[in-house]
């Protein structure tokens, strides 16, 4: 029998880690196309409930030494904030200053090298250069896209230390998570091995869909550094991309549908990704995987389903905590002070502040399509919907969450949130372009943005003025000042 971790919620029984499940198998399919659009988002096609997860406690795994970097000494002064290698003007369209031609998704990296993802695509920008240079089939994007190749396309970009950025990549879900290893032991005591259960074939689900990490060349130009495969628990091979950390027989997290990186505290430099089943964190080359807010369905003959949702929306709150949004539920969490421990259901190790859906949205077997989750500098919560608009969300308990429709919006189909330090939230839609909820709880809409759909927002607050990319179907805008 499995052990059952979590809390429990308001109509329905939640957990947050995969360290316990059922013995059923995930149902094939994805919820939605997790590549990016430009167009407003079509009508979903409801898929059968997903999935039931199988991931037991590996047997007394050996840990590595932690690879967190070491908090700031309180006694080192504090780094002067500049504005940084970018115009500093309050409202500049890149895409048209510095050619960028087509971009389907963002990110920068510690050194501000801008970077860009089209397709097989990886363009950089470079502080003092004209234009962005590109580079085509590196890593997954190698072979080219498809159901047969490393990955069907390429998902979002995220940039890490200085000259380093994480891509990710979608492919399809597999009918079982399960991939028996060479020696064929079998879950959930792996004490008969049986080589015959072996598939060489079915081994290499492994390397497809995940996280590429690429570094920026002299010329310009990117490479591949390394496709994640390193585990921060040393449970199996380290070499064939990313499972889950606490039994690498389980590959669950196939697509990489978001991605953040830590601009403050004591994480400053980690990135966490959003996937079809969870939430991975990375430390450089290192990963713990996964992390997720679920709520349990019961099925006629009495057995459970885990019902994890896709997580297309991610955050990071104003103390560091891991904000979660994904098609179901809604989470918060404070990262545990080792990588090691990220996946480990122990409030003791990662404090639990939020695990719940939120009743006045939809019943919790209703999805609500999260699509952005942020706090603003007042501390409120924000999450906004694909669907169902703009909620100012409340923790009642750490099982219970409630919800007060942000109204004034001129449509409910959102796409991204950004909290600036001004008390800004900034608010991505489809069809209308951007808009801003100010420190005084006022909406406006955003002039001089081209483009009416907002594919991804982006704030650094690591300059002064702060620096807000704004991506849309008409192209890259940064706006400075909040």
Not at 46 to 70: L, M
Not at 157 to 185: K, N
Not at 222 to 240: W, Y
């Amino acid at each position: 029998m499995r052990r059952l971790l979590g809390a429990w919620a308001v109509g329905a029984v939640m957990a947050w880690g995969c360290g316990s499940a059922t013995d059923d198998t995930r149902p094939q399919g994805l919820d939605e196309d997790p590549s990016q659009t430009e167009e407003p988002t079509p009508p979903v096609v409801e898929e059968p409930p997903p999935p039931i997860v199988a991931e037991p406690e590996p047997p007394s795994p050996t840990d590595p030494e932690p690879t967190d970097p070491e908090p700031t000494d309180p006694t080192e002064p504090t780094p002067v904030v500049t504005p940084g290698p970018w115009p500093n003007e309050p409202l500049v369209n890149y895409s048209s200053r510095y050619g960028l031609g087509n971009v389907r998704a963002m990110g920068v990296d510690d050194a501000y090298n801008i970077w860009l993802l089209d397709g097989a695509r990886i363009g950089v920008l470079r502080p003092g250069d004209s234009g962005p240079k590109w580079t085509s089939g590196v890593g997954q994007a190698a072979p080219g896209f498809g159901a047969d190749k490393l990955a069907i396309g390429s998902t979002v970009i995220c940039g890490g230390s200085a000259g380093r950025a994480y891509v990710g990549y979608y492919t399809y879900e597999l009918d079982s998570a399960f991939i028996y290893s060479p020696d064929g032991s079998n879950f959930p005591l792996y004490n008969d091995p049986d080589p015959t259960r072996f598939n060489p074939v079915r081994y290499q689900e492994y390397q497809k869909g995940d996280l590429d990490v690429v570094q920026l060349q002299a010329d310009g130009s990117v490479k591949l550094e390394a496709h994640l495969s390193r585990s921060a628990r040393s449970n199996g091979p380290q070499d064939i991309g990313i499972r889950n950390t606490n039994d690498h027989h389980f590959d669950e997290d196939r697509s990489v549908l978001s991605c953040v990186k830590v601009m403050h505290g004591q994480h400053k430099g980690e990135v966490y990704i959003g996937t079809n089943h969870g939430v991975t964190r990375i430390q450089g080359l290192t990963y713990n995987s996964h992390r997720h807010p679920v709520w349990f369905e019961i099925k006629p003959d009495g057995s459970k389903s885990q019902m994890a949702g896709y997580t297309y929306a991610l955050g990071i709150g104003r103390n560091g905590d891991v904000l979660i949004g994904n098609d179901w539920n809604v989470g918060v969490v404070t990262p545990s002070a080792n990588l090691a421990d990220w996946d480990k259901v122990d409030e003791t190790l990662n404090p639990e502040k939020l695990n719940s859906f939120i009743p006045e949205v939809n019943i919790v077997e209703e999805k609500d399509y999260w699509r952005g989750i942020q706090q603003t500098a007042d501390g409120l919560y924000y999450v906004a919907s694909k669907d169902y608009g703009l909620w100012q969300m409340i923790i009642s308990r750490r099982s219970e969450a409630h919800g007060v429709k942000v109204t004034g919006l001129p449509t409910d189909q959102l796409t991204s949130l950004a909290a600036t330090n001004d008390g800004s939230l900034f608010i991505g839609t489809v069809g209308f372009g951007l808009w801003k909820l100010d420190a005084q709880k006022k909406l406006t809409h955003v002039a001089g943005v081209d483009g009416t759909v907002v594919e991804q927002l982006l704030y650094d607050p690591t300059v002064n003025p702060g620096m807000l990319y704004v991506l849309t179907n008409g192209g890259l805008t940064v706006i400075r000042g909040h």
